[in-house]
């Protein structure tokens, strides 16, 4: 027995855990029962995924998330696509959230009103039962037919606080939500149109077994790989997008988030299927050299596989070597420049500049002292410390360089980064 809400007429009565949404300027509240603000989708990144969605050729239909949570996206996708939707949410308390949540969306743009909010359900079920979903949906809307199905999302629960786990413990399992829904899915020319919201700690061999449940259902369907970060060099969000949500000729996608909530995101499109491999660079090790460029990426796009594609975009024609590939570093060293004439592509640059000194030092508290003399003679002010050290040292080096270097009259910004594999420390001037 499914129970449905109406987003129209929904009400927050029960529900205590809600938030204002910063990347919405505060402007929306959201609603989030069982705990679930830490998994909601922030509504920034969800308008951009959305966006990109809004470039495609989806059929006629309803936009349909059958695991909800707060209905964040499911509202995005809605207002972007000009849909109406039907979410699917196990936990009733959360459905009912969901359903509030639409309407604020809908309250928030003026669209109370529209066809698509008086289409628009949230059932409270077992959203691996497409039979079910639609022959209620249907019945309570008084349809001649099962609602046609224009684009289904998925947002399984998974572990949480773990770096790792199986595709078994999401909550719905694909395998399962594919079978339950694959006869209700609309086809459009490429199929039909999916966005599978998976863990970003997904390995590659767990992304082949994704593609490996969607062959089982969909053999060969077009596909693109989504990696998506709002900074910090992490991954947020990875997604496999299916079908009529996919782009020809694109097999991989890395979408930055920028800090500002009025700016949109920073694209960067292309790569290999992830059957031909992880897409990750190649490490040489070369001895450093003063006067050569140091770069340290985001590590979000190297993680995506597109990295070297995006180098080519802000480099002359000059060979680049990968000193560091894995981690929160991935390192380059280079001859030019990097062009970095499009803020967004700065957003991609850790650090940038130019080797002046070598210094085989071990750093620790110990060889602060000799550091920051070799750093005095190159009229450095200020330098960022970006090497690998444990987390309750680095702090401490670092404020022992700026108590140093602020008793003195520098006018260049720096930052120092160490040779993979050796302790040559590498004391790079910032451009």
């Known amino acids: 027995m499914v129970e449905i809400f109406n987003p129209k007429t929904a009400v927050s009565a029960g529900l205590t855990e809600f938030a204002p949404d910063s990347t919405a300027a505060g402007e929306l509240v959201f609603f989030h029962a069982s705990q679930g603000k830490p998994l909601a989708?922030?509504?920034q990144v969800a308008l951009a995924r959305s966006n990109l969605l809004k470039q495609l050729s989806l059929p006629e239909g309803y936009i349909l998330d059958c695991a909800c949570g707060s209905g964040i996206q499911l509202g995005a996708h809605m207002a972007l696509l000009q849909r109406p939707g039907i979410g699917v949410e196990l936990d009733r308390m959360r459905a009912q959230a969901s359903?509030?949540?639409?309407?604020?969306i809908a309250m928030y743009r003026n669209e109370m009103d529209t066809d698509r909010m008086q289409k628009t359900r949230i059932i409270a079920g077992d959203g691996r039962d497409g039979a079910t979903v639609c022959a209620a949906i249907a019945d309570h809307l008084e349809l001649e037919q099962f609602p046609n199905i224009a684009l289904l999302h998925l947002d399984p629960?998974?572990?949480r606080n773990s770096r790792t786990h199986g595709l078994e413990e999401m909550e719905p399992r694909l395998d399962e939500v594919f079978k339950g829904w694959a006869p209700y899915l609309t086809e459009g020319e490429n199929g039909p149109a999916l966005l599978l919201d998976l863990s970003p700690r997904l390995t590659h061999d767990q992304r082949l077994e994704v593609e490996t449940m969607v062959d089982a259902v969909w053999k060969g369907i077009q596909r693109t790989w989504v990696w998506t970060s709002?900074?910090?060099?992490?991954?947020d969000r990875l997604a496999l997008w299916l079908g009529g949500a996919a782009t020809a000729g694109v097999a991989r996608r890395f979408v930055r988030i920028p800090p500002a909530i009025t700016e949109e995101a920073h694209v960067?499109?292309?790569g290999m299927r992830i059957h031909s491999g992880d897409g990750l660079p190649t490490p040489v090790q070369s001895p450093p050299r003063r006067g050569e460029r140091v770069s340290i990426l985001d590590a979000a796009l190297v993680e995506s596989g597109l990295?070297?594609?995006?180098?080519k975009t802000v480099t002359k024609s000059e060979r680049i070597s990968w000193s560091v590939v894995e981690g929160r570093r991935p390192q380059i060293h280079h001859q030019h420049p990097l062009r970095l004439e499009d803020s967004m592509d700065r957003m991609l640059v850790?650090?940038?500049g130019r080797v002046v000194a070598l210094a085989r030092i071990k750093l620790d508290l110990d060889t602060v002292d000799q550091l920051v003399e070799l750093v005095l003679e190159h009229d450095i002010s200020k330098m960022t410390v970006r090497v690998p050290l444990a987390p309750d040292v680095q702090p401490k080096i670092q404020g022992a360089i700026d108590r140093q270097l602020?008793?003195?009259?520098?006018?260049?910004?720096?930052f120092v980064v160490q040779q993979p594999g050796d302790e040559m420390l590498l004391i790079c001037i910032a451009e």
Do not use: K
């Not at 359903?99 to 604020?104: G, K």
């Open 230 to 235: 709002r900074g910090r060099g992490r991954v």
């Open 307 to 311: 990295a070297d594609e995006w180098v």
């Open 157 to 159: 629960a998974r572990p």
């Open 406 to 414: 602020a008793r003195r009259h520098g006018r260049r910004e720096a």
């Open 268 to 270: 960067v499109s292309g």
């Open 350 to 352: 850790q650090a940038t």
């Open 41 to 43: 989708t922030p509504w």
């Open 99 to 104: 359903a509030v949540n639409l309407q604020s």
